[in-house]
């Protein structure tokens, strides 16, 4: 199965599925927005400052999103030896990192007017800040042990220990008293959020979700380009 | 209506602000990561056009190399 994933075959697709991918970003984006900041309705308590939620949620929801998938594609790419699982956990970091900081901070931008304050050393905020490093982390062991075999064993032992963060991150706000409110949103239960809100929300996710594919596929080209490069230098 | 949409009962400072960090940050991300794509992409052809005929078409005979060629921007 894993030899569907060699990236001599799916190059003609990653190189052709970019520019497809940003016009349905762009569309889905422009729609989010639009129900995220003029159609969707004013909480009952927050106001208008709810709105925020429609950028912070997603922001968080794919950076966990894609930590864990960084975290499975190293472990199994260490496993089976994939290499290619590792080229794709790479490419998938960058976005991680962004959507980590676009979490960080909107979340702070919300809380100022929500809670009066900037910033609180709480269990949600802090774990995030925490997974921001873990991020960090694991690009600059890309940086320093680019062209050594040792790269692929490191950035797995990273993801390993990041990812003890990522349970303790969706379920601080039940284990301890935070500042954050319980999540409104369960796959599993009844969700508390109202479907008006719930809509703008999930089409902003799907907007994120694009743009983080978008970006992983250019991220994944270059990626593939450079390792292209140096076969070149070998001829 | 157009100043209730910017003003937001006074919270548009705040909700302008957030949605405008993300989208600065998207695009920078976006410009940058591009920036990589062209940089590794004009490198690859550069050192493609030094390689002598014979060692060019075994490099083209490699689809991924032909692939990369033919895609002039892949946005």
Known sequence: MFKYFEPNKIFSITSRAPKYVLFLFIIILSIGLTEALILSPEDYKQGDSVRIMYVHVPAAWITLGIFSSITFLSLIGYIFKIRNFFLISKSLAPSGLVFNIVALVTGSIWGKPTWGTWWAWDARITSMLILALFYIIYLIAWRIYENNEKVFKITTIIAIIGIVNVPIIKYSVDWWNTLHQPASINILSKSSIHISMLFPLLIMTAAFALFSILIFLMKYNTELIKIKNKGLDRL | ?75
């Open chain 2, 1 to 75: 209506m157009i100043n209730e949409t910017l003003l937001m009962n006074g919270y548009g400072l705040y909700v302008w602000s957030a949605f405008a960090f993300t989208l600065l940050s998207f695009t920078t991300l976006y410009v940058f990561t591009k920036i990589q794509y062209t940089k590794e992409k004009k490198k690859f052809i550069a050192k493609f056009g030094t390689l002598n005929p014979e060692r060019a078409a075994f490099a083209k005979s490699q689809s991924i190399n032909k692939e990369i060629l033919s895609n002039s921007s892949i946005i």
